[in-house]
Every structure is written in structure tokens, then in C-alpha cells.
């Protein structure tokens, strides 16, 4: 799908938990929207000039469009303006401009088995995945790990039976007998598994820790902000090669490939900047390429680079544009 911003305007706010709102989104006019995948995430152009992706938190029952769109957003004491001005400036009624979905953690055809990790505000996009999956009859688990019981946002959609029945919840502050123990659940992987992850940076790492002996392909991760330990976009310089257009453009070492060729006059969308959400993502020598993204997986990097942040290994990288 071709990407393009559409307005919307906000249906309905809703308090989710002390720090979660969610904000269902629909046409103006009351048209059907593009309609997206279970995994599909959507950039918000906020008050104040800021735009932040956003999963979208349920299935859109068809591909065909969808009647609205439904997001979380959980207000961050560290917030650099995002989800501050989602909280305070926008109401029911406002307006605002959004990309068309985007889905660059879509559920995997190939998996036999599905388990659906989330931690926290993480849980917008494997909710839309367990709604789906319930609508395929697959087979799959959720698990939710939140602080409490306060802290679970959109109950109402994990009460329906049909997700009911699929899901476990741990509790930080709840019964040890009951939490789930992470390692334990990812020591034995049945095979056609394919594990999903969203949450914060530590839950991440947590999961990584404990599916570290997991196949690659097998697991896919969703994350809201770069880890801390990040290499960023800068590094030696090199040389892109732009296949199509038979030219090459020089990447100085505090430049970033994007930076370099908007400088050049080569347009490259760009969204999140921190290898996140795949905008950036061209195909490409990959296996040329010092892959620095969170969005690919292993088997993408051999032909694809997420231009935002990645860079050449030696000094120079084939892309396709
Ligand atoms: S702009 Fe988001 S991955 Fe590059």
C-alpha cells in the first residue's frame, strides 16, 4: 500500500489505566479507513509539531478498511512532548493527521504455533494479534506482564472469552505462585513456534536473555524506543552506491545514510530515526551492510538496510534506489 497522511478525527477517549488513554480514531466523515494487519502501527502528527508510531490495538476484522482505529498511549514521565500532548491538548472531536498503517510486525503465515509476550503499553499490538489469530482458529498464547491489576489496559477486549481462554497475566505485585517465570516458558520451543514480543526496554531484554538459544526467524520484536546501548546512526564514513540511478553518494561520518542523501537531493521517507518502525528500509546488498535497525529480521538483512541508521561494513553499500 501506497502510504499517505489522512486526517482523522478523535471518536472517543477512554481512561485505560492512571497512565493510559486510549484514543479511537475515525473518519471525519464517517468513511471506512485503509484498513491494515493485526501488528500494523500508525505515525500520530500530534499538537505541538511531534509524531509518534502508534500499534494499533485492534483487529480490523477485514484487510479491505477498517471503522476506526484504536490506540493506547501511555503518558511518560520522560516524555520529550509525544504522549504529554496526546494527554493534555487533544480532545474528543480534535482532528489529526495520521500515515496510513504500516505493518512491520505482521503475524507469520509459515508459524504453527503462536505466543504473543507483552509487557505493559506493549500490549497493542499483540492484542490486535490475538484478536486475529481467534478469527483464524490458530493456535496461540498471550501473555500479558503488567505492575497490577490497575495497570491492565483494555480489559474489556482481554475479558471476551475467546481471548480469555488464550490468556495469562502476570502481576508484578501479585501472587509469586502465579507469576510466570520467563526463562521456564521459552526453555522448550515446540517447533513451528514463532514468538512475539512488545514492551519496554528491560522486558525486551529480559525475553532476548531468555530466548536466546530461539532461532532468529522465530522471533519478532516490536520496539517502542532504541535500546540504551544503541549504536546510533553515525560511524566511519562510506560510499552509497544507488544502483538504479548508476551514482554514488559519499556518507560522511557524523552523516547518517538518510542525511546523506536528503543533502544529495534524494528524497528517503523516514519516520522514527532509530531503526524502529522501517520506513527507511530499502532493498540491499544486506549482508555489505553493519546492520544497527530493530525492525528486521535475519533473514531481511540479507537483502534489505534500514537506511536511518545502518551503515556499510567496509567502505561502500549497494542499495536499490
Ligand atoms: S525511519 Fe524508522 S526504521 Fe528508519
Redesign the pocket.
Known sequence: MVERTLTVQVARIARQTPEILSFELAHPMGRRLPGYRAGAHIDVHMPGGFTRQYSLARDAGAEDGASSYLIGVKREPASRGGSHSMHMRVREGDLLPVSTPRNTFPIREEARHHILLAGGIGMTPLLAMAQALTRAGADFQLYLFVRSEEHLAFADALRDPAIASHLRVHFDDGDASRKINLRQLLAARKPGTHLYVCGPAGFMQAVRHAAAHWPDDAVHTEYFAAPADAAGGTGKPFVLQLRRRGITVPVAGDQTA?DALHAFGIDVP????????????VDADGEDAEHR?F?LTRGERVKKV????SRAKGDALAIDL
Open positions: 538518510v523516514v519516520s522514527c530515526e532509530q531503526g524502529l518502525c522501517g520506513t527507511c528500509v535497525d525492525c534500514a537506511l536511518c541508521c
